[in-house]
């Protein structure tokens, strides 16, 4: 792997005369990882506070949940030391990314507890990287403790590596040539020099680098996060060094190389799928045809649900025969139906879109609706097919219960599948790394996103340049826009984001010119998005590319269907409640003499006021309100403002009386609608989406992009989220508009 890594000095690095710190700023932060390690963090800061007399320096000491009484240790005998004391373990990169974000001075030396400070080592290294300004992170040589050599610097793993380091086959094969390349027993170690990667053991490293680089990739829980540092070191275009002048003593264990299953075993080999998931050519290859590999998969699937369900409803129309006048045909008679009827269900789903989005991101939801109009449309098929065979031999009984099976089925292994690959990516694997274009507050809203949002399964690579801008702090700039097309391969991006609205549309224009052959998926973050719903899409019109909008979806002809839909609806649930509400009523009077509801104004079409309808929760039980809130039931008074014409059972959220005149334009729209029982942004909140300006932003979607599927999709998740008990969102007198949401999983879980 280090043959396709070139190391390029960057371009207006600091120089060695202007490299002296101020005289406030310490020359090194020294920062140390324990885990349950104690006797050896016990040395080790000894030998720290024995050898940093000549600097100006801080120590930071992480630790990650031990149960050996490092955290009093430190408190008590090392009171200089800042420490970070975790919970529990956090793992190895996610700490030293803490210790980072702690330390203040040019340098940041990471040590494992595990290591002696010799005399004059520091003072060494911090000379070093003050008279190499291009040098990113740099290593000091390492002593086992007998004082022999410890091999710390190495070339980047091969394939032949692995296979002699980490295989039977080391044991078998003469490992002569590979693994001597590897350590680097080409030289003898008394010289310093340009290497590949050093271990993490002792790494000192440039803190203004880290805004090229970035810190440790936490997806590393233990073990390869040197080498992932490394590799990215040399990617951004700084070097790498081994100090020879600079000497410490390591204990160096490697217990993942131990005979046997371990945890540290694991471990290691959990975090060399991740290095070469991330990294390797023949894996990205694979990723620029995930979509091809996922409808592949779920073709599959949808074949075996199928044919599962054809089976199952042979089998049931089968237990039938003796209830029925005609008789039932062996299974060899229906072969060529069944082969229509596969090919009939394939390109109906194909039809509706079934194999044109990424799996991760589809819900429940929308599969459902989808799957069940395609088999409306096959069973239609498959029924007219009965009429015309020549011989009167298919049960419709059977291909009726074929078609609800199929549905079932297809839905079922379809979110089984979505499920399998949600452990997979909270896992941290099979994940799209993605470049963000800018460096403006957009593009840092946007990076912040695919961090905080894991599930849709992002690997930000880090924000690319438009013009030299300013470097925002926490996120690395991998380089200028012009490089864009050859970041791609070298930093294994699958997805590009245009996230900065100043970008020219030619600019852009010009990149998708030059990364035609790439196979990355592009995004873009317009200024149009406020006014883009589905239901804008691009057309030809004169030989001109044009965005077209389809007509405003709440017209009356719309708003009177939702409006006959609701009334109707509103009438069947207000018959079903009125028993619950009478005995509710009586045990309310006798218990406390007051109603079973209250209410509270809301704003309702057109800003109008209107009384809301609610739950009287004063003195009930603790457990029983939480219950009712989690499951929605709180939610049934609102069904009497839905059948006065006030309410709708999905719309926006009712809000505070407001002077809808003051508004915005995009502000107004959530009043060109009824207020919802539940609606997008209710169960985008219940999903952990609590912004108000968010919510505010899917109200107007909602009112723009309105259709009947639209509903039923948003009601069937809302149900969903009441089954499962996250469907507390709600608004009670006395209380604010948005109340604290506990989290959830991500929409797309």
Known sequence: MGGDVVGVAPEDRTDPEKAVSSPSEPDLSIVIVGYNSLPELGQCLASVRDSVASLRSETVVVDNGSADGTVEFVEREHPEVRLVANGRNLGYSRAVNQGIAEATARYVLVLNPDIVVLPDALDRLVSFMDEHPDVGIAGAKLLNPDGSLQYSCRRFYTFWTLVLRRTP????????????????????????????????????????????????????????????????????????????????????????????????????????????????????????????????????SDLVAINGGFALAYVLRSSLKGLLEKPMFGVSVYGAFLVFANLVFVFSYGFFGLYGTSIERERASDV????????????????????????????????????????????????????????????????????????????????????????????????????????????????????????????????????????????????????????????????????????????????????????????????????????????????????????TSVATLIGRRTGPLSSIQRAGLGGRTFNMHTLNHTDEPAALRRFALRHGLSVFPFVINVLKGEMSFVGPQAVAPVDTGALGLRERLRFDARPGITGLA????????????????????????????????????????????????????????????????????
């Open 169 to 300: 086959l080391g044991k078998l094969l003469e490992k002569g040539r590979t693994i001597s390349n590897y350590l680097m027993l080409d030289f003898d170690h008394e010289e310093s020099r340009e290497v590949d990667w050093v271990i993490g053991a002792c790494m000192i490293v440039r803190r203004t680098a880290l805004a090229d680089f970035g810190g440790m990739d936490e997806r590393f829980f233990l073990y390869f996060e040197d080498v992932d540092w490394c590799y990215r070191v040399w990617q951004s275009g700084w070097k790498v060094w081994y100090v020879a002048d600079s000497v410490m003593r390591h204990r160096h264990a490697r217990e993942s190389a131990r005979p046997g299953l371990s945890k540290q075993l694991i471990a290691h080999g959990l975090s060399m799928i991740h290095f070469y998931e991330k990294w390797g050519k023949a894996i990205y290859g694979l990723k620029k045809y995930r979509r091809v590999l996922t409808n592949s998969a779920l073709l599959v």
């Open 368 to 583: 459902t609706l989808r799957v069940f109009r395609a088999t409306a449309v096959a069973a239609i098929i498959l029924m007219a097919s009965t009429y015309l065979t020549s011989r009167t031999v298919y049960s419709r009984v059977l291909v009726g219960a074929f078609c609800v099976l199929a549905i079932v089925l297809t839905v079922s292994l379809r979110m089984g599948l979505r499920r399998l690959h949600g452990l997979v990516r909270a896992g941290r694997f099979d994940l799209t790394r993605a470049a963000v274009v800018g460096t403006d507050e957009t593009s840092r809203r946007v990076a912040e996103r695919l961090l905080a949002h894991s599930a849709l399964g992002y690997d930000l690579a880090g924000l690319v340049s438009v013009d030299g801008g300013e470097r925002p702090p926490g996120f690395p700039v991998i380089g200028r826009l012009e490089e864009l097309p050859d970041l791609i391969e070298k930093h294994r991006i699958g997805e590009v984001i245009f996230a900065d609205p100043e970008i020219s549309h030619d600019r852009i224009a010009d990149f998708l010119l030059k990364a035609r052959r790439s196979a990355v998926d592009v995004k873009m973050v317009s200024g149009l998005t406020g006014i883009l719903t589905q239901r804008a899409k691009v057309e030809e019109f004169l030989d001109l590319p044009v965005v077209a909008f389809e007509r405003e979806a709440l017209l009356r002809a719309g708003a009177g269907t939702k409006r006959a839909l609701d009334a109707v609806g509103a009438a069947v649930l207000v018959v079903a409640w009125v028993p619950l509400l009478v005995v």
């Open 682 to 749: 209710r169960v985008s909140a219940a999903e952990g989406e609590s912004s108000p300006d968010e919510l505010a932003a899917l109200d107007a979607y909602y009112v723009q992009d309105w259709s009947l599927g639209g509903d039923t999709k948003i009601l069937m998740r809302w149900f969903m989220q009441c089954l499962l008990g996250w469907a507390d969102v709600s608004v009670e007198p006395g209380s604010s508009d948005r109340p604290h949401v506990p989290h959830r999983p991500h929409a797309s879980d």
